[in-house]
């Protein structure tokens, strides 16, 4: 069974760029949710989707989006990039249900 | 409002010792999950363990065992024997139980270096 796919594993951008970052769910779960990690803030929820929708969101700017496809796939956006967004950026993979959350092995962005 | 501690920010120690890491959350809700990451260099979150609210028993697994307490609102971790393979940052997280609320909170991390 294929893992929570996230790519680009790496990726440095400049100040003001935007930035779109990708997470392939194992198949069948439809719930992704994204996390960002940084030394400062530790781990913090950005918002997760469910079947298309996003069903909850964390306390983080407009700057920050996402969506999900169809096929479960989810992609995370964002824009005018900051020194503070240079972080590891987890996505999370679940069948929606409380019974475990499987993540991927990050996306490491560093803004320049 | 859900809040995990672990006030552990590092810990060494020598091969084949037992270690232990502290976990204490808070949480207003009667129905509540807890759970253990393991975060090696690689930087994935790798899964350990889920306890639900209502389910007290110790759990071993091998070299890790749980220690759940409800009356301390603590879930610590075990390490026995512990191998230079344990070295990584663990994450003690909750989470409510609600349909469409499935964020995990996670606490600061404990950044255990096994020593050969």
């Known amino acids: 069974k294929a893992g929570v796919t996230q790519t680009p594993r790496y990726l440095i951008k400049t100040r003001g760029q935007q930035v779109t970052l990708s997470c392939s769910p194992i198949?069948?779960?439809?719930?992704v949710s994204w996390y960002q990690q940084t030394p400062g803030q530790g781990l913090q929820f950005l918002f997760e989707y469910f079947s298309e929708t996003q069903r909850n969101k964390g306390n983080f700017p407009g700057r920050f989006s996402g969506r999900q496809f169809s096929n479960s796939r989810s992609e995370m956006n964002v824009s005018t990039l900051e020194l503070g967004d240079s972080a590891l950026y987890l996505c999370?993979?679940?069948?929606?249900?409380?019974?475990?959350?499987?993540f991927g092995s990050g996306t490491r962005l560093t803004v320049v | 409002a859900q809040k995990v501690t672990q006030a552990q920010t590092e810990i060494s120690v020598v091969e084949k010792e037992d270690v232990t890491l502290d976990c204490v959350y808070e949480t207003r809700d009667t129905t509540y999950y807890l759970f253990w990451y393991k975060q090696p260099p690689s930087g994935e979150l790798v899964f350990l363990i889920r306890?639900?609210?209502?389910?007290?028993q110790n759990e071993i697994s091998g070299r890790y065992s749980w220690n759940f307490q409800k009356s301390t609102s603590s879930f610590n971790f075990t390490i026995t024997a512990s191998q230079v393979v344990d070295s990584a940052v663990y994450f003690c997280?909750?989470?409510?139980?609600?349909?469409?609320?499935?964020?995990?909170?996670f606490g600061t991390g404990t950044r255990l270096t096994v020593i050969p």
């Open positions: 306890r639900n609210s209502f389910d007290e």
């Open positions: 198949s069948g779960h439809r719930s």
């Open positions: 997280a909750l989470t409510r139980t609600s349909t469409g609320a499935n964020n995990l909170f």
């Open positions: 999370a993979s679940s069948s929606g249900q409380v019974e475990g959350y499987t």
